[in-house]
């Protein structure tokens, strides 16, 4: 496919190496992260936006956030 693509990837080739390494982790009873090499990480940042949608008043903004917080998305260690 490589050859085929004139040295070019393409979502197509991505998704069906993603699917070998999905196949081959299932094969084995083993996680993809660990194939890949391990996690690398205990923590990672993230951004949550639950507000992107809806009315456009301070409000909505805060109730959002107050849910996003209830969920534990945001906390004080980083």
Same mark, same amino acid.
């Given at each position: ?9 393409? /979502?197509?080739? /991505?998704? $069906? ?5 999905? $196949? !081959? =982790?299932?094969? !084995? /009873?083993? #996680? %993809?992260? &660990?194939?890949? =090499?391990?996690?690398?990480? *205990?923590?990672?940042? %993230?951004?949550? /936006?639950?507000?992107? &949608? =809806? #009315?456009? *008043? #301070?409000?909505?903004? +805060?109730?959002? +956030? ?5 969920? =534990? ?6």
């Amino acid at each position: 496919m490589y050859k085929g693509r004139f040295a070019n990837y393409s /979502n197509g080739m /991505n998704g $069906i190496e993603m699917a070998c390494w999905d $196949i !081959l =982790g299932k094969s !084995l /009873n083993v #996680p %993809v992260w &660990q194939l890949l =090499g391990g996690k690398q990480r *205990d923590q990672l940042r %993230v951004y949550a /936006n639950g507000w992107y &949608q =809806g #009315p456009r *008043d #301070p409000s909505f903004f +805060a109730e959002k +956030a107050s849910e996003l917080v209830e969920q =534990g998305v945001y906390h004080d260690e980083v």
